[in-house]
């Protein structure tokens, strides 16, 4: 029997309304856009059906500007124009840029920027050309506007890299619901954060970078525990290689630096169809006319295994390296994910399946793995849960609290909770009538507010007055995908509220993480001593208030002798609040507390009185 379907109040019926997430990866030579539709990610192909954008902007004469495939082909004929490899420029400064680069740089506070015919133009600017074509091409293929998207980064990303990465895709008109790591893109795109638990590498070779990542899950969580790799390292290298190998072949080796930079670029892009095709054949051949030199000759994959030896171990180097950083061995490691264009070269995959003693898992095209667990992670931050369930993909690195009364703290959002959330606890008003309270928002591991962090201050006002404790007055903590803290507090009565943004992570490096959890860790016995203590001066005073507050509006109920008792345990109590005995003060708290039993059931019986005074039974 078919079960009728019925839509949560609010939502639209038609499950075609659900909201667009696009995952895009913004790669140093290609990028590409996904989504998931009819519940599968998929990469979302141009008007001719191509998924992969090459990431090369062209300015041209006249302010028009190619992007794409069109601005790759006039790389060679206006190699100052025609922007390739922006990523690298991203967030960096000139001394930072390793990379030789066929167009020209300019140097700028922050970062550099690039001199073209258009202008100087800002490494952002170039990356929103692409981002921009890739949104046009998602609206295209919905037919409607995208409501966010998810955009990777590199692992070793610095802030400046991510920052800059954001600005590009605010310029191009996204709505940017995270960035995350590649590594942690690609294994998602596998499907590995079903598991519980496990360790994984991220192989990533593309075409001008290599990238080494170990993963850990823990409970859906995905946490980087050591990236390594090589800046310079990757596909271009096994051209260059291979272009060279072509030259020496040919005798040609000296005419090597009279090249003209369209020969170089021709002969590039010849050992680079070269080096693909023999990922799908054995040999090849070659034949170009270079500056008026003729070149041919035969490439076959085990002389391609031979010329690019160096380049292939180097990488494996680089993943020893990571595995040591992170104090692993190859047999901790569970699954192995290819990423990138290289690792389709047949002698990539040996050399992987060598190195960990398992295939690796490339049954998802390796271009596109990156981009598809892009997608996955979007389509659910947009609001569209899976059919089984949340992606967890971030944590909060330190808890989050609110300071309450003696300079305690209160814990909200404990450490390693997964983002996006929101967590609320109750407080109340501490004095009989006070109509505001100031809400201090503090980050850390420490009982004592002094030993944490503080992030936030902001005041509700225009509670009504009531006795101390009868205000609820709930606090909500929310972390959104980025990591960005909204703190509220609402009177529930009154529903006053008031609320205040920040941002946790900021300004924290992860050395300070760790020196602020080393300190919790080592100062758990004090920071229990300190908290009993605060806490119990702070029942003291609330004690002593009530009483005094008490005395004051009923105190000719009591016989003089009642009241000589109650003030000599209030001056008891007093005496021992400052004197920093948590027990002692616990302890004559509880005889003021006792010794004003009496006195506060008179007081009871009074207010009855007042109450009932006048009234006829039948009318209560
Ligand atoms: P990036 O992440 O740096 O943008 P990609 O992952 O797109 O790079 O990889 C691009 C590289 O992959 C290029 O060097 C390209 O030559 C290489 N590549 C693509 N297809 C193949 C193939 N079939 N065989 C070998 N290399 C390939
Ligand atoms: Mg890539």
Redesign the pocket.
């Given at each position: 029997m078919a079960l009728l379907q019925i839509s949560e109040p609010g939502q639209a019926p038609d499950p075609h309304q659900r909201r667009i997430g696009i995952g895009i990866?913004l790669?140093?030579?290609?990028?590409l856009v996904a989504a998931v539709r009819h519940g599968v990610a998929e990469c979302l192909p141009d008007e001719q059906g191509r998924v992969?954008l090459p990431?090369v902007v062209r300015y041209l004469e006249g302010g028009g500007r190619q992007i794409g495939l069109d601005a790759l082909a006039s790389q060679v004929d206006d190699p100052l124009n025609t922007i390739a490899?922006v990523?690298r420029l991203m967030g960096r400064g000139l001394a930072d840029v390793k990379a030789r680069l066929p167009y020209e740089l300019i140097d700028k506070p922050g970062m550099v920027a690039i001199r073209t015919r258009a202008g100087e133009k800002s490494p952002v600017e170039v990356s929103a050309e692409i981002l921009a074509t890739l949104r046009y091409r998602a609206e295209d293929s919905f037919n409607a506007d995208i409501d966010g998207a998810v955009i990777t980064v590199p692992a070793y990303f610095d802030e400046a890299q991510r920052q800059a990465t954001k600005d590009a895709a605010q310029l191009a008109g996204l709505n940017v619901l995270r960035l995350i790591n590649?590594p942690t893109a690609a294994a998602i795109a596998y499907g590995l954060d079903h598991q519980s638990e496990g360790l994984f590498a991220v192989y990533?070779?593309?075409?001008?970078?290599f990238d080494i990542s170990i993963l850990r899950l823990t409970r859906g969580v995905f946490e980087v525990v050591a990236t390594g790799g090589d800046s310079a390292l990757?596909?271009?290298d096994?051209?260059r290689a291979i272009a060279d190998w072509l030259l020496a072949q040919s005798g040609t080796a000296a005419a090597t630096a009279s090249l003209s930079a369209s020969a170089r670029a021709q002969l590039h892009r010849q050992a680079?169809q070269a080096?693909?095709?023999?990922?799908?054949q054995d040999s090849v051949a070659l034949d170009l006319v270079l500056d008026g030199h003729r070149l041919s000759a035969r490439l076959d994959r085990a002389l391609l295994a031979q010329v690019t030896e160096a380049l292939t171990s180097r990488t494996l180097s680089a993943v020893r390296r990571a595995l040591r950083d992170a104090q692993l061995g190859k047999d901790d490691i569970q699954g192995v994910v290819m990423?990138?264009?290289?690792?389709?070269?047949p002698v990539?995959q040996e050399a992987v399946r060598a190195f960990f003693g398992r295939d690796p898992l490339t049954n998802l095209n390796?271009?596109e793995v990156?981009a598809l667990g892009a997608a996955l992670s979007a389509h659910q931050l947009v609001g569209n849960r899976g059919a089984d369930d949340i992606l967890l993909l971030d944590v909060i690195p330190l808890s989050l609290g609110i300071e309450t009364m003696g300079g305690l703290v209160e814990r909200i959002v404990p450490r390693n909770q997964t983002i996006p959330t929101a967590m609320a606890q109750d407080f109340t008003t501490y004095k009989d009538g006070q109509t505001a309270l100031a809400l201090h928002v503090v980050q850390g591991e420490r009982d004592l507010v002094a030993d944490c962090r503080s992030l936030a201050r902001f005041e509700l006002r225009g509670i009504p007055p009531m006795a101390a404790g009868a205000a609820r007055i709930r606090v909500t903590f929310t972390v959104d995908a980025d990591g960005l803290l909204t703190v509220s507090a609402r009177e529930q009565v009154s529903g006053v509220e008031a609320q205040i943004d920040v941002k946790p992570s900021y300004g924290l490096a992860d050395e300070d993480i760790a020196r602020m959890l080393q300190e919790s860790f080592s100062t758990a016995q004090q920071d229990m001593q300190a908290r009993a203590l605060a806490e119990a001066q702070v029942d003291a005073d609330r004690m002593m208030l009530a009483t005094q507050s008490a005395l004051e509006l009923d105190g000719d109920l009591l016989s003089p002798e009642e009241r000589l008792r109650i003030d000599t345990l209030l001056n008891e109590l007093r005496q021992v609040r400052p004197a920093g005995d948590a027990a002692a003060i616990e302890a004559a708290t509880k005889s003021l507390a006792h010794g004003t039993e009496a006195f506060a059931a008179m007081r009871m019986n009074k207010g009855i009185q007042q109450a009932l005074a006048g009234k006829n039974i039948a009318t209560i």
């Open positions: 990866d790669g140093t030579t290609h990028s992969i990431s490899s990523k590649e990533d070779l593309g075409g001008g970078t990757g596909g271009d096994y051209d680079r080096k693909e095709a023999l990922s799908s990423v990138g264009g290289s690792t389709r070269m990539v390796p271009d990156v």
